[in-house]
């Protein structure tokens, strides 16, 4: 429990000198860079396994506290668009897996693991049961979400919040903790049952039932979205508790590569989706993003563009890929059997 609180100290430290320096997302980017050092140097940080599934759960709602009726009309209207994001899946997919399988000593279901895009657990856990390296698919998918996390920000800032008492203030308490215990349910169900981003479901469904049924219309303090932030910069950020820089190189180098192929396959297909279908850049490219969900959609809910747009995709980007993976595991099976 003191490693928790003392990493959350050291994320929230990492903030405010992020803030007072003047960074774009300072208390994203803070708290991050401000536990990523500590753990590189051999200083222990570490979170809860349960913080993704609160921050996600946090942010479902915050995403369906902003929808507006005429949402399965929404939906149809972007199949488009999510047909697209399949093909650059499938693109991505394909191009990574021939990469990392050129890397020396690789073994396939390896190379698999590493160029999934995103849905880091699910994969973690598969490889545990097939006796693969966890550490290397760990730190693979690690690289790229540090990058993703670090840099997109600083291209498209966060909103930053305040932090003054008044940020504190809620206008409905009452609503605001019913909202929370109910999705909080909903999700615990829909995670028994194995859907993926389960928490970030139950968030949506339960303000949704809420809102339209009740009419309920409130909207968290600028205080929890902060530390929303906070917490998601040290929840990434402690992954690379402990991490030997000098014993990762090899990894580093081919996730450096993989980054390479992702952001330009990505966001060669955002460019399409831009341009033919005159959907926002940003916007386009945080739904198009490979990986970083929470994070995507935290930037979304503070620009200029549609939050559900990118929600949406990246819940469709887990489900392919949840779906996807244990079938392609059966043709390697199959084929490495030969």
């Known amino acids: 429990m003191l490693l ?3 990493t959350i100290a050291l994320g929230a430290l990492g903030g405010l000198i992020a803030r007072w320096l003047g960074l774009p997302s ?12 500590a753990g590189v140097s051999h200083i222990q940080v570490a979170m809860p396994a349960a913080t993704s599934s609160v921050i996600t759960l946090f942010l479902g709602i915050s995403v369906a506290l902003n929808i507006e ?20 899946l499938a693109s991505l997919l394909w191009v990574l897996y021939r990469y990392y399988l050129s890397q020396r000593g690789w073994r396939r279901d390896e190379a698999l693991f590493c160029s999934v895009p995103g849905n880091l657990a699910i994969m973690l856990s598969m490889a545990a049961e097939m006796n693969a390296n966890v550490r290397r698919i760990s730190l693979i998918h690690s690289v790229r979400l540090l990058f993703l996390v670090f840099c997109i920000p600083l ?20 609503r605001m903790f019913i909202t929370i215990a109910l999705a909080a349910v909903i999700g615990w169900c829909l995670k028994r049952v194995k859907l993926p981003a389960a928490m970030l479901v139950g968030g949506i469904l339960a303000t949704l039932l809420l809102k339209h049924s009740l009419g309920w219309d409130w909207r968290f303090p600028d205080m929890i ?8 910069g040290c929840a990434i950020g402690s992954r690379f508790n402990n991490i ?3 014993e990762s190189i090899a990894e580093i180098r081919a996730a450096t590569g993989g980054l390479i192929i992702t952001l330009v396959v990505s966001a060669g297909f955002a460019a399409v989706l831009h341009y033919v279908a005159a959907i926002p850049w940003t916007q386009a490219m945080l739904a198009y993003a490979p990986g970083g969900m929470e994070v995507m959609i935290a930037i979304a809910m503070n620009q200029d563009v549609d939050a559900l747009f990118v929600a949406t995709h990246q819940l469709f980007r887990m489900l392919i890929m949840s779906m996807t993976i244990p079938l392609l595991l059966i043709l390697i099976r199959r084929k490495t059997s030969e």
């Not at 009726?69 to 650059?88: F, K, N, T, Y």
């Not at 979205?225 to 998601?232: C, G, P, R, S």
């Open 26 to 37: 300072a208390w994203l980017i803070g708290a991050l860079l401000a536990v990523v050092l």
């Open 155 to 174: 291209f498209l800032p966060v909103a930053e919040r305040s932090v003054s008492v008044q940020g504190l203030h809620i206008d409905h308490p009452e």
């Open 69 to 88: 009726s005429g949402l399965v009309d929404q939906l149809l209207h972007w199949a488009g668009s999510i047909v697209l994001m399949c093909l650059m």
């Open 225 to 232: 979205l902060v530390a929303l932030l906070v917490f998601l």
């Open 244 to 246: 030997d820089i000098r």
């Open 4 to 6: 928790v609180v003392r």
